[in-house]
């Protein structure tokens, strides 16, 4: 009933800068707050940055400075403006939505993943 659907990445030499979209459709009510993950190979899903409503934008330390979440709240959604790439930030990006769908509890949501690479 949720789709959340990423696009946006690619391969970027070092230093370079990419932007993620990712959009939230459905029956949606409301929207707690959207952001980013990534994995790497063989490590762990770890946050990148989420935008609570209402509230202040957090960052993983990595990526402070370097990287921007914005949200349009008319139209479900959330974007990573990533610059100075680094070859550590290559991973899968995940969009990640805590929202609320008509008739039912705030759930939490998924994208399929879009690739980062970094390398020159």
């Known amino acids: 009933q949720v789709q959340l659907v990423e696009s946006g990445g690619g391969l970027v030499q070092p230093g370079g800068s990419l932007r993620l979209s990712c959009v939230a459709s459905g029956r949606i009510f409301s929207i707690n707050a959207m952001g980013w993950y990534r994995q790497a190979a063989g490590k762990e899903r770890e946050l990148v940055a989420v935008f609570p409503s209402g509230r202040d934008r957090r960052y993983a330390d990595s990526v402070k400075g370097r990287f921007t979440i914005s949200r349009d709240n008319a139209k479900n959604t959330v974007s990573l403006e990533m610059n100075s790439l680094k070859p550590e930030d290559t991973a899968v990006y995940y969009c990640?939505?805590?929202?609320?769908?008509?008739?039912?509890?705030?759930?939490?949501?998924w994208g399929q993943g879009t690739q980062v690479t970094v390398s020159s």
């Open positions: 990640n939505a805590l929202l609320t769908i008509v008739s039912d509890v705030p759930r939490t949501y």
